[in-house]
């Protein structure tokens, strides 16, 4: 009797699941936007952090995008095909005649030297390279034979004295910034020794002033360490 009424009642179980997962399927979704998700030290928002309706399409791309950029997430650029083969042969042990015809080469093309200042030039953008970059115009600078050395000069004086120390960038890349124009200042004041008054008035006011004093203190270091070696190594010729 009881397995007859289990037999009956099965029917009706099976109605009612059927009811029940039909009524869901057609019930509408609703779907409540999330929140961004937390941007952390690398200024990056996840995609999948918008919870954005699938009929979007489009629109969904361009609020992330926007997104991203609200977020201040950095751009990277890529490094130079042509300082890149720079670099390439300055870290050679040893070069050949050719290696160092290339490099003067390379020195003394305007496009590859603008390419060189425009990127240091864009101060927000993350550069995988930017040791090259700045080795790059400090040897432009030295190569005292380069037609293009007003240009160079011009050019290096921009970055040194720009307003592109502020308190609202992260440490990090504060700190890169001002490496750069403390050793873009040595090579300046190389190339140009009787420019150091002309910064100092330059910078009074802005926080390069303090990256100038502090470059002009460590040329002065740099020199007098010189100077103790020489003196240590004393004369190389016996009269």
Do not use: W
């Amino acid at each position: 009797m009881k397995a007859a009424a289990r037999i009956a009642l099965l029917p009706v179980c099976i109605l009612v699941a059927a009811t029940f997962v039909f009524s869901k399927k057609d019930a509408p979704e609703t779907q409540t936007p999330g929140k961004p998700a937390s941007i952390g030290s690398n200024k990056e928002v996840s995609a999948a952090a918008f919870r954005l309706p699938a009929t979007a399409g489009h629109q969904q791309k361009v609020k992330i995008e926007e997104a991203r950029r609200d977020a201040g997430a950095s751009l990277t650029l890529s490094p130079d095909p042509a300082i890149q083969e720079f670099s390439s042969i300055k870290r050679k042990s040893l070069r050949s005649q050719s290696d160092i015809a290339d490099m003067k080469r390379l020195l003394r093309q305007r496009q590859v030297l603008q390419t060189a200042f425009d990127q240091l030039s864009n101060f927000d953008a993350e550069l995988p390279a930017r040791r090259d970059l700045v080795a790059f115009v400090q040897d432009a600078l030295l190569d005292q034979t380069n037609p293009e050395r007003e240009f160079i000069a011009a050019r290096t004086e921009e970055l040194i004295l720009a307003d592109n120390l502020r308190p609202e960038q992260n440490r990090p890349h504060r700190r890169e910034l001002a490496a750069d124009k403390g050793e873009l200042v040595l090579a300046y004041l190389d190339a140009r020794p009787g420019r150091s008054q002309f910064l100092i008035d330059a910078a009074a006011g802005s926080p390069n002033i303090t990256v100038i004093r502090n470059a002009l203190a460590v040329g002065e270091r740099r020199r007098a360490e010189s100077i103790a070696i020489i003196q240590e190594l004393g004369p190389t010729v016996s009269n």
